[in-house]
């Protein structure tokens, strides 16, 4: 049985981590606040897919704490990487299977860069999900977690040993997991639909049914896509036009979703700007691929964060 | 002395159209609403360059009981144009001239459509100015009417007869004139400034000041500015880089200024996208110029504009 450390209570970490806990792996949860309170009062997922209790949680706020695992999960938002760089050299070490729960491109090469010789995989969790109050998380939808592992040289690395092995644990505990032999499309692909849908809900505070219902809302929507199809092009990896169009498809005929950026947004929190557009961004643009729309979209973001912040 | 109608009388045809009958012009305005209290409570111009007042204002909301006149002041809103262009097939004859008081691209040459055989200029506002009730104007800041006579094939006419006489009665009046050339060079120049902030200011609900402030913000702006510039140059007409710069620095140095399309948006009135954004995108389209990110502003403004009336 792989034990794992869970980093960040948040809605991922404390679905698929709860989970765990509750199939009867060994998981430790490092929060930065609230682990009294979350021993005292135990982890509740309530899930469209199932409910879980466990009574008996792990959680500490000291990485020290928790004993050699593993499998890390990480669970936190992009926005706070300078605190979770240091916690992951303690958690992780050589042979450390480290699977990145965080949206946007270029996630894995810093986790990689912060636990030296640790496997490191990304987990892309296409999932509804919040957290209503410390250690309670509410599930509403979807929730395939799509695993691929990371390669430093950028090529697919194939479904290995270590992706398969979190596959069966997550399986196991009651997750739907796809895994995938490339990561880098993996990721492009999310972007397809976090660049339009995650920036817009903010920006002209829509869910995904008014976006898609107003003709020009859906077609800044596949604007944006497109662009996100040409900066995967640019990086390497086709995303076919099907794709584009099964996305669009799919958007229109999904239960009204509130993005992660706008929960965050809403919630007063800092929106992951750097993970889901300036490194895309970045990595189009290094292979001569402008992204104007979506550029632009990011520079409306970053003055809506700076503003909600000031 | 010319007589004047003045068609709309909200903060820029009370503005101009006061500052001309308080000069001792013959000036009737043409309104939808609100003709007998106006009439009872006369024209009120509260004014940074001087207090105008018309007690005995010839206003009405009946455009057959407005004698002939020398020149027709359109200054609606370019989102009422189904309205006013037969009240102008009344008003304006051969040998009428017609100023456009609006904003945007195209709007001479519906006038024209509309007015067979008159005389068509283009006057641009720069005023920050509103109306506070029927008949009260308050005027800000600015104020500078920009002049130039429109040409049926789009090139320049020069400063016209036409174009020197409403100068000289404006000037007469108190206003601060600046006669052009070339309709079409003024108007791309005007939208240089109208694009990036009238957009911005209600995508992102932000003075010009936070938006000049802002690092992303400000850089977004030049983009947008950058994007005019280029539709310009493909209609044929140049603006130089030292103009953009301009308009930045003046705009840094403004006093903070809601635009008119904030204005409108936050008095739940129609948006000018037509006119402002669609009429321009669609002119650089034609010439085979992207606009992208004026475009995905647009489909902002678009889906809240809908939104905000629905």
Not at 73 to 91: D, F, M, Q, R
Not at 133 to 141: E, L, M, S, T
Not at 166 to 190: H, I, Q, Y
Request: proline content about 5%.
């Amino acid at each position: 049985v792989r034990s794992y450390a869970v980093v960040g209570l948040g809605a991922v970490g404390g679905l698929y981590g709860g989970r765990l806990a509750a199939a009867g792996f060994p998981v430790h949860f490092l929060v930065r606040r609230d682990a009294e309170a979350i021993r005292a009062g135990g982890l509740h997922v309530r899930s469209v897919d199932g409910d879980r209790t466990v009574a008996d949680v792990s959680v500490t706020d000291d990485p020290t704490a928790i004993p050699p695992v593993d499998v890390v999960l990480v669970a936190t938002k992009t926005t706070s990487w300078e605190s979770v760089a240091p916690v992951l050299g303690t958690l992780a070490g050589p042979g450390t299977v480290v699977v990145m729960l965080q949206n946007g491109l270029g996630v894995e090469e810093r986790a990689a860069a912060a636990a030296p010789g640790a496997t490191v995989l990304g987990g892309l969790c296409f999932v509804c999900a919040r957290l209503e109050a410390p250690g309670r998380i509410d599930h509403v939808d979807y929730g395939t977690v799509n695993l691929a592992e990371h390669r430093a040289d950028g090529a697919p690395a194939g479904v290995t040993d270590a992706v398969a092995a979190v596959a069966e644990d997550l399986t196991a505990s009651g997750s739907a997991v796809v895994t995938n032999p490339d990561l880098v499309t993996a990721r492009w692909k999310k972007l397809v639909w976090n660049i339009p849908y995650n920036g817009l809900s903010v920006v002209v505070g829509a869910g995904t049914d008014e976006l898609m219902a107003d003709p020009d809302a859906r077609a800044l929507v596949e604007v944006l896509m497109r662009e996100v199809q040409a900066g995967a092009s640019a990086d390497g990896r086709t995303i076919d036009d099907a794709f584009v169009e099964q996305m669009l498809v799919d958007t229109e005929r999904m239960t009204p979703y509130a993005t992660s950026m706008r929960l965050d947004f809403d919630g007063g929190r800092p929106l992951e700007i750097d993970a889901i557009y300036r490194a895309p961004l970045a990595r189009a643009r290094a292979a001569g691929i402008a992204m104007p729309a979506t550029e632009a979209l990011a520079r409306q973001l970053a003055f809506l964060d700076r503003r909600a912040r000031a």
